[in-house]
């Protein structure tokens, strides 16, 4: 059996049950067709860079799969004609990670955006650096 990493997006309208239950219907489907599911992160309701059907925001959900294809083509098949699944993804995977995802890990602890040493909000500006010292070098003559 292959490892896969599922993510998917559903609708904003949906409550957190109905997105637990959608949940647990694709693991069932997952299931019955010979195939285990292992980590199951919902990453809540987050905004979309852009309009999926009308939709500004969505429930994402990431499953981490060990199953046969056919039974992720069946879990894929399914996802596409329910009308509560905007979008969806599935990669094969070498192996799971372990641990949270990046998306439940504290910002600070996955090293981004609050890293910037000692450069200041906008980061260095040498260029404005040099016009400093060659306006005093004019002003010096």
């Known amino acids: 059996m292959a490892l896969y990493e599922h993510v998917f997006l559903a609708r ?9 239950t959608l949940i647990e219907q694709y ?13 199951v992160e919902n990453w809540g309701l987050k905004s979309l860079a852009y309009r999926i059907n009308k939709n500004r925001k969505a429930y994402f959900a990431l499953m981490d ?10 879990m894929e098949r399914q996802m596409g004609l329910s009308e509560d699944i ?6 094969r995977v070498e192996q ?3 641990g949270p995802s990046a998306m439940m890990q504290r910002r600070d602890d996955r090293g981004e955006r609050g ?5 200041g909000a906008r ?5 404005r650096d040099d ?6 070098d004019q002003g010096a003559e």
């Open 86 to 91: 905007l979008r969806f993804m599935t990669v």
């Open 123 to 127: 980061g260095g500006r040498r260029d």
């Open 65 to 74: 799969i060990d199953a046969p294809s056919a039974a992720v083509k069946e």
């Open 131 to 136: 016009r400093r010292s060659r306006d005093e």
């Open 115 to 119: 890293d910037r040493g000692d450069r």
């Open 12 to 20: 904003q309208d949906l409550s957190p049950q109905q997105v637990e």
């Open 96 to 98: 799971h990670e372990e």
């Open 27 to 39: 693991k069932g489907v997952i299931e019955a067709n010979g195939g285990k599911v292992g980590r």
